[in-house]
Structures are given as C-alpha cells and as structure tokens.
C-alpha cells in the first residue's frame, strides 16, 4: 500500500463580515489548483458577535497527493527549504503538518508560505507513525 491511500489534506480558511465569501473561496481554489467540489462551510460569530464563515476544503488519497504535488512544484526553494527545516515544529502531538499560506497572494494567484495571520491553513495527516512524515513529505515535495 503506497502513502497516498493514507493521506488527507483539509485547507481552511476563515471569511470575515469584511471579506467576500467568493473571493476567499477563489483563493483556496487558486491555492488547490484544481476544483476541489463543495466545501464544508460553518457559520461562527467573532468576540463582538460579528459574522464569519469557517471554509474547509478535505481532500484524501490520489487527490491530496496530487494538490501536494501541485502545490510543492509551485512554491519558491526558499519557501520549501523553510517548510523542511521547521518541520518538526509544525507536526502537532496528533502527527498532522500545519502548513500557512498568505490569503491574499493566493487570491493573485501566487503561492506563498506565510506566518502572518490572514491565511489559508494546510493540515496533512499520514496514517502512520510520526516519525516518517518527514520522509513522506519530501517524496511529495521532489
């Protein structure tokens, strides 16, 4: 059994009262490359009662595989060198890889990794154990 039958990508992404909920959805299409089909949307209020929209994406198996692959070849050396070196920073204690990538480049249809807070979330959990996700990823990444 190869690693894409265990593979699942959720991308996710907030839509505040400001933004518009088709231009956030644009972004997180632009970001997948592809068209994922419907998302799974939730309607969440803010500290002050303001409206947002919570936006998720779930791909699994041959699908994720292929928005990683997708994904990886369009990001900078840099941004992948980045993305290795932090990685164990970034796996959770659930063995899943947190990934963030600027909204609004996105939206322009650039590719960018990000530590601000107007994001697209990346979240890719390998069945396994923790300790080959590295090595999953940079299969994914070459």
């Known amino acids: 059994m190869g690693y894409r039958e265990n593979l ?4 996710g992404s907030f839509s505040h009262a400001t933004e518009d909920e088709e231009k956030v959805k644009k972004a997180m299409i632009n970001l997948i490359s592809f068209d994922p089909g419907i998302p799974n949307i939730k309607r969440l209020y803010g500290h002050w009662g303001n409206p947002i929209l919570s936006i998720e994406y779930e791909l699994l198996d ?5 928005f990683l692959k997708n994904l990886f070849a369009r990001l900078t050396s840099l941004d992948k060198q980045e993305i290795m070196n932090t990685l164990n920073e970034r796996i959770d204690e659930r063995g899943r890889i947190h990934l963030r ?3 609004q480049k996105a939206y322009k249809g650039e590719i960018v990794y990000s530590s601000f807070d107007d ?3 990346v979240v890719i959990t390998f069945v396994g154990k923790k300790k080959t996700l590295a090595n999953e990823l940079s299969k994914l990444i070459e």
Not at 8 to 11: A, G, K, L, M, P
Not at 62 to 66: F, T
């Open 101 to 103: 990538f600027d909204k």
């Open 8 to 11: 699942r990508v959720s991308i």
């Open 119 to 121: 994001i697209i979330k």
């Open 62 to 66: 041959k699908d994720a595989e292929l």
